[in-house]
């Protein structure tokens, strides 16, 4: 009772026996080819084995009564019309007698006289033939075309050898050659075609396969069973253990993708907070700077120092912010203007004109906006244009932005090249994740790493994660290296 509960767990659906129906289908279509093959090979191995006991052993019994009787009729001649009826009688018995057995076809003598060959197949003109040399009657011959086709093929190569020679066709009939010899003489063939009967044998192999047949298929049958019923079992212990995995590889990631979180929260907020500190020095030097004349220029310099301020601080009330927060329909942020901002009012201040750094702007009118806040691009392309300063030192380097759009392609660009010692070719490398190894954190082309890596790795997080740009980082052929953002726009 308790196993026909357990089984009641396992329900046999229809789809379920559709392919037990195609497995055992399948199975005997493959069994049926089986067997014709080894049916047909074994039907060869048979005739084979006949062709060399009994066939051959036939024909050359026949061919030996001949001969001998012959011998014998020779040294003793027929004296009278008895005799000689006696001796045909003799002939014919041994011609017919043979055709007369089940299997054998035909039975003849073969003769060449000057080109014409001859077929005799009964005692008088056998005995006419060797006794008085009278040639047998053309029509005689048309019976055994065959056997004369294949024996002007093989009489030279028999009458060389005396060898028995014996060939089927097709597997149904056996042609046999025995060479005919008279007083250590070559005079000719006798000729037998033998047809076996295999009808018995194929019955009996047709009744084993057919018991063979529902054996093997209620075994497989039986064995289907089984394997489904086991294999429901083990899918239904696998599938708990899998749940359970998941369950527990689920915990885990979304563990480590807080953890992640917070340490890009952590890493993206010590990097903007100098870059705040650094800022704030800049509102103060301009606010020593204000008077009656740069109170416009004032306005929107600090306004825009005051909003990436803000930004920081928005920044800091959580590391995982929201999408609108960074993406938006209502934003229509002008790239080119804030590439314009970042050189005039961020590195010419502190890299003027007597710095080792010169700055040339490449900018494409027509870039259309993109709904990207404008301080997220702040984020994203300050560090790489310091990245720029800080990998070439004591340099005269020269860094050129530069901004096309394809509407064709339905694309923009953004080009930040420097013409300094490029990066190190090892950082180019791919990792394991398609990644390039540069857009990885705690990595740095610089010699002191302390508190560095961060620029690349938190331009390529906001840049792919969360505006959905393309970025990429190559050396230049001519020497430096280039920046590349690219920005799809989608219809």
């Not at 060389?160 to 046999?176: A, G, K, L, P, R």
């Not at 209620?218 to 899998?242: C, N, W």
């Amino acid at each position: 009772m308790s196993v026909f509960t357990r089984l009641q767990k396992y329900r046999f659906e229809i789809r379920h026996f559709i392919i037990l129906f195609i497995i055992l289908a399948t199975f005997q279509v493959f069994l049926s080819y089986i067997y014709k093959f080894s049916s047909k090979a074994l039907l060869e191995q048979t005739m084979d084995l006949y062709r060399k006991d009994s066939a051959i052993r036939l024909a050359n019994l026949a061919t030996t009564s001949l001969e001998l009787l012959l011998e014998q009729s020779l040294a003793n001649p027929a004296k009278t019309a008895a005799a000689r009826n006696k001796v045909i009688q003799a002939f014919d018995i041994i011609l017919n007698q043979q055709t007369l057995q089940q299997n054998v076809d035909a039975l003849c003598v073969i003769f060449t006289v000057g080109v014409q060959t001859y077929v005799i197949d009964e005692g008088t003109g056998l005995y006419n033939f060797i006794f008085n040399q009278h040639l047998p009657k053309t029509q005689s011959t048309m019976r055994y075309r065959e056997a004369l086709e294949r024996y002007a093929h093989l009489a030279s190569e028999i009458e060389q050898t005396e060898q028995i020679y014996c060939d089927w066709d097709n597997v149904q009939s056996f042609h046999i050659f025995v060479p005919f010899v008279l007083k250590g003489e070559y005079e000719g063939v006798v000729y037998m075609r033998i047809t076996p009967d295999v009808s018995n044998i194929t019955r009996e192999i047709s009744t084993v396969y057919d018991e063979t047949g529902i054996v093997f298929t209620a075994l497989i049958l039986f064995g289907l069973l089984a394997m489904f019923y086991i294999t429901s079992y083990t899918v239904k212990e696998r599938d708990l253990a899998q749940e359970q995995l998941y369950k527990e590889r689920e915990r885990q990631i979304k563990t480590d993708i807080a953890h992640q979180k917070e340490a890009l929260f952590t890493k993206r907020i010590y990097h903007a907070h100098h870059k705040a500190e650094k800022v704030m020095g800049f509102i103060k030097e301009e606010i020593r700077l204000l008077n009656e004349h740069n109170i416009p220029q004032f306005k929107y310099v600090v306004t825009r120092y005051s909003n990436f301020i803000s930004r920081v601080i928005y920044d800091m009330k959580w590391y995982d912010p929201p999408v609108h927060a960074t993406r938006n329909p209502l934003f229509e942020t002008d790239i080119n203007k804030v590439i314009k901002f970042l050189v005039d009012y961020i590195f010419k201040r502190v890299y003027g004109k007597n710095s080792a750094y010169d700055f040339v702007l490449d900018l494409d009118e027509h870039l259309p906006p993109v709904h990207v806040n404008e301080y997220v691009v702040w984020e994203i392309l300050e560090p790489l244009i310091q990245n720029s300063i800080d990998h070439n030192p004591g340099k005269n380097i020269v860094i050129t932005l530069q901004t096309r759009y394809y509407p064709a392609e339905k694309y923009s660009e953004i080009r930040i090249t420097d013409d300094g010692k490029g990066i190190v070719p090892e950082l180019l490398e791919t990792s394991e994740d398609g990644t390039k190894k540069i857009f990885l954190e705690y990595t740095s082309t610089r010699e002191n790493i302390n508190n560095s890596g961060y620029g690349c790795y938190i331009a390529y997080e906001l840049s792919t994660k969360r505006c959905g740009w393309t970025f990429d980082a190559v050396n230049l052929d001519s020497g430096g290296c280039a920046m590349i953002i690219t920005i799809p726009y989608n219809d």
